[in-house]
C-alpha cells in the first residue's frame, strides 16, 4: 500500500509569492494534518482536518491556510512568503483524528525561501 | 498544556553499546506519548506509541521506551546500538485539540 505522498518533495520561492503544497493521505485515512519543522527543531502543528472540516489549527498567522478534498486529500497554501516560511512541510495522516490511532508521515515538501 | 522536553540534543555511542535518549513531558493528564526517528532528508517514522495501556512499550528495530508517571519520562531505550539507528529521534505527546507537541530532537551518532 502505498504511504503518505506529498508533492513536490523541493519548491524554491522568492519573498511576497504564495505558495501550494499537496498531500495526499494513506488509503482508508480520513483525516491530514499539517507541520512545520525548521531546520534544528522539532516539527509544530499548523492544522487538521477531517471529513473536510477543519479540526485543529495551531499558533500560526492568516497567511497559512489548508483544505481537505472529497477524496481526503489536501492542500496546504501559504500566501505572501517572508524568508522565516523556509521549512520542511511534513503531511500526517490518520484514520482518525484520535491521537491513539497513531499518525503516519509522508517524508515532507522542502520549502526554500529566497 | 502538554510539553514535551528532550534532555541532550546530541547523543553519541559507541556500535553495539546501550542507546538511552531522553524524554519528559508535562501534563495533567494521562497522555499519549510517541517516539518518531528521521532519517537524513525524510519525513518521520514512528517508532512507538504508549496509549495508557502496558507501561513498557516495544517498538521497531529493537527500541522500547517506559512510561514512568512518578518521573513524567517516557525515555527510548535500545540494548545494542547498530550503525543503522544514527538519525535524529523526536518524543512527542498528543496535547488535544487534535495536534502532537514534539521535542527539540536529539541526534544520535553511532561510533565504529
Known amino acids: 500500500d502505498a504511504g503518505v505522498t506529498q508533492s513536490p518533495t523541493h519548491l524554491i520561492k522568492t519573498r511576497g509569492q504564495q505558495v501550494t503544497l499537496r498531500c495526499s493521505p494513506i488509503?482508508?485515512?480520513?483525516?491530514v494534518s499539517w507541520y512545520q519543522q525548521v531546520l534544528g527543531q522539532g516539527p509544530q502543528f499548523i492544522f487538521q482536518?477531517?471529513?473536510?472540516?477543519?479540526?485543529g489549527r495551531g499558533n500560526f498567522p492568516d497567511r497559512f491556510s489548508a483544505r481537505q478534498f472529497p477524496n481526503y486529500s489536501s492542500e496546504l497554501n501559504v500566501n505572501a512568503l517572508l524568508l522565516g516560511d523556509s521549512a520542511l512541510y511534513l503531511c500526517?495522516?490518520?484514520?482518525?483524528?484520535?491521537?491513539?490511532?497513531?499518525?503516519?508521515f509522508g517524508s515532507g515538501t522542502r520549502l526554500t525561501v529566497v | 498544556a502538554q510539553s514535551v522536553t528532550q534532555l541532550g540534543s546530541h547523543v553519541s555511542v559507541s556500535e553495539g553499546a546501550l542507546v538511552l535518549l531522553r524524554c519528559n513531558y508535562s501534563s495533567s493528564v494521562p497522555p499519549y506519548l510517541f517516539w518518531y526517528v528521521q532519517y537524513p532528508n525524510q519525513g518521520l517514522q514512528l517508532l512507538l506509541k504508549?496509549?495508557?495501556?502496558?507501561?513498557l512499550v516495544k517498538g521497531i528495530n529493537g527500541f522500547e521506551a517506559e512510561f514512568k508517571k512518578s518521573e513524567t519520562s517516557f525515555h527510548l531505550t535500545k540494548p545494542s546500538a547498530h550503525m543503522s539507528d544514527a538519525a535524529e529521534y523526536f518524543c512527542?505527546?498528543?496535547?488535544?485539540?487534535?495536534?502532537?507537541?514534539f521535542g527539540q530532537g536529539t541526534r544520535l551518532t553511532i561510533n565504529p
Open positions: 488509503s482508508g485515512h480520513k483525516s
Open positions: 500526517a495522516s490518520s484514520i482518525g483524528t484520535l491521537a491513539n490511532y497513531g499518525y503516519t
Open positions: 504508549y496509549t495508557s495501556a502496558a507501561t
Open positions: 512527542a505527546g498528543y496535547q488535544g485539540a487534535q495536534k502532537l507537541v
Open positions: 482536518y477531517y471529513e473536510k472540516e477543519e479540526r
